[in-house]
């Protein structure tokens, strides 16, 4: 199906359409308050034409203050916003042309349907037959035919927020910012519409900018994740990237659960040491920023760890330690058993098969990971 409405966001040489949305550069923007640290805090990042960007981060790390920026609905302290080649760092919100989804849908409750999606069109004066061409094409996008004489009121949660994306859409905005926008919906209804909001994507080909704080939402729905953490990008990369590469402990910690030993300042440009354990590194695995000096921490995946009962089953050149089961958590297609590590007995995570019951609470175990399965991070 071709999207009529969905081809005229960003311009080429020649003035012909792209079909791929703006590119949205952050020059060094700040966010200042006035409280004891700014909200964004000398971030620059540049988001590519028709990417799916994602802002990931816990609650205040400056992930909704950056992209309200974008919007304009915050003024920026210092810094600049383009997008393409146009500065836009002072030009109000309502002349940037970027469609808006939030959390909480604000629709008109008096309009049907059709009324959301067109209001818009009407404020640019579109002509009322293009009004219905372009109000039929989303309609059948976000797949509401036959609901636009409905009211808010009548809709699902879901098929509220359909009609928010697709108000968002029908007037080819340069970029569309989606703040928290399946927030409000339970599990099952938001993992169907990340599907749809993914194939929406695929089709219009906008540039895409959506903030989360769900780690499984931002995986599945992203080409790139920004990771914000106390005002600033703590890292960018794919969801492969950022879950297989991290740079530092917050990365590691965030995407994903880990076994974590604290490796204080020793070099790391060969064997480490921990507790009694004396283990090998893989130069591979050593991120860029553990390079440079400081605190260092070395990170293991659970899908990455092997337990074993003794220390002769460990595999030849596998790293090793001495752990007790905590406890055993049945995930479905795995089980998890939570591990208490060495003698500090810090917690440690190894995944095994949902058939395997071979291992019982209080058992002494011996983990296990390859070398090259290890990351070690800026702690």
Known sequence: ??????????????????????????????????????AVDNVTLTIEPGEFMTFLGPSGSGKTTTLNLIAGFESLTSGTIRLDSQDVSTLPAHKRNLGMVFQNYALFPHMTVAGNIAYPLRERRVPKPEIERRVAEVLELVQLQGRDKHYPSQLSGGQQQRVALARAIVFNPRALLLDEPLGALDRNLRAALQLEIRRIHREVGTTLVFVTHDQEEAMNLSDRIALFHDGRIEQVGSPENLYAEPETLFTARFLGDSTVFALGDQPVTGPVTWEDERWAVDSGTVAQRARSGGPTALVVRPESVGIVRDRAQVPSGANSVRARVRDIEYM?????LLLAVGQEGITGRARIPAADKNYALGDEVVAWWHPDAQRIVAA
């Open 1 to 38: 199906m071709t999207i009529g409405i969905s081809r005229s966001s960003s311009t080429g040489p020649a003035g012909e359409p792209t079909g791929k949305g703006a590119q949205i550069r952050l020059e060094s923007i700040t966010k200042d308050f006035g409280l004891a640290h700014p």
């Open 332 to 336: 479905g297609a795995y089980r998890t």
